[in-house]
């Protein structure tokens, strides 16, 4: 059975850092890519970011670039996602997905993905 398991999530000021955590089991980093999405109250499902160990790719989202970083942890089979300088437009439920082929038009396509966590909540204060 595959599980993915999101931790890290909580209450932050603007300016703040959080680092999310999805643990996977049921499946290796080594054939999944994992992205990380988050919705927003009344939103659509976005991207944030994806890490694609065995092709060496990452992605992210215009809106996090610079200030979201991922990494993965293939020992752990573990994938983080570190957040720097969060703005409230960050608010929201963070979760990540497995996704078993990823490309540039497809990391941020929620119907691509295989398998979810059930999410992490991230709430950034003025």
Known sequence: EVQLVE????LVQAGGS???SC???????????IG???QAPGKEREGVSCHD???????YAD???ERFTISSDNAKNTVYLQMNNL??????VYYCGAIYVVDAST???????????QGTQVTVSS
Request: glycine fraction near 12%; aromatic fraction near 18%.
């Open 87 to 92: 703005k409230p437009e960050d608010t929201g």
């Open 7 to 10: 931790s890290g999530g909580g």
């Open 53 to 59: 160990t065995s092709y060496d790719q990452i992605f």
């Open 36 to 38: 990380w999405f988050r």
């Open 23 to 33: 643990a996977a089991s049921g499946l290796t980093l080594d054939d999944y890519a």
């Open 107 to 117: 990391w941020s396509k929620i119907s691509h993905y295989d398998y979810w966590g």
């Open 63 to 65: 809106s996090v670039k």
């Open 18 to 20: 959080l680092r999310l």
